[in-house]
């Protein structure tokens, strides 16, 4: 469901403002929102601008793991953790790993 400044963000999109920022904010009002794959699809816009931009790639993993899409969540955090890594960002490669660890413990299930 669309906010107010979920509406707001997208009529900046393909404007002189339209960014990797831009792309990360509107994917934080879409999570906030309840809705992971729009998310997700802002999220890999802004990563796609910036690859750089860890915190949009530990956001990234967060949209597709609440998708349902645990998989692609453990990639994204992964190449955020390498990303965040390179810059020395070191909390957020800290954040991200143990993301990962919880993901990997729901793939490999009880036992």
Not at 5 to 32: H, M, S, T, V
Not at 80 to 105: H, N, S, W
């Amino acid at each position: 469901m669309s906010t107010p400044i979920i509406q707001n963000l997208e009529k900046l999109l393909d404007g002189p403002r339209d960014g990797a920022l831009l792309r990360y904010a509107l994917g934080n009002e879409w999570l906030k929102a309840g809705e992971p794959r729009q998310a997700a699809a802002c999220f890999r816009a802004a990563v796609d601008r910036d690859p750089g931009y860890s915190a949009a790639w530990k956001l990234l993993g967060k949209s597709l793991a609440e998708a349902g899409d645990p998989a692609a969540a453990l990639d994204a955090y992964r190449q955020g953790i390498a990303v965040a890594t390179d810059k020395g960002d070191v909390q957020a490669a800290k954040e991200m790993g143990v993301f990962v660890r919880r993901l990997e413990k729901q793939l490999a299930g009880p036992g």
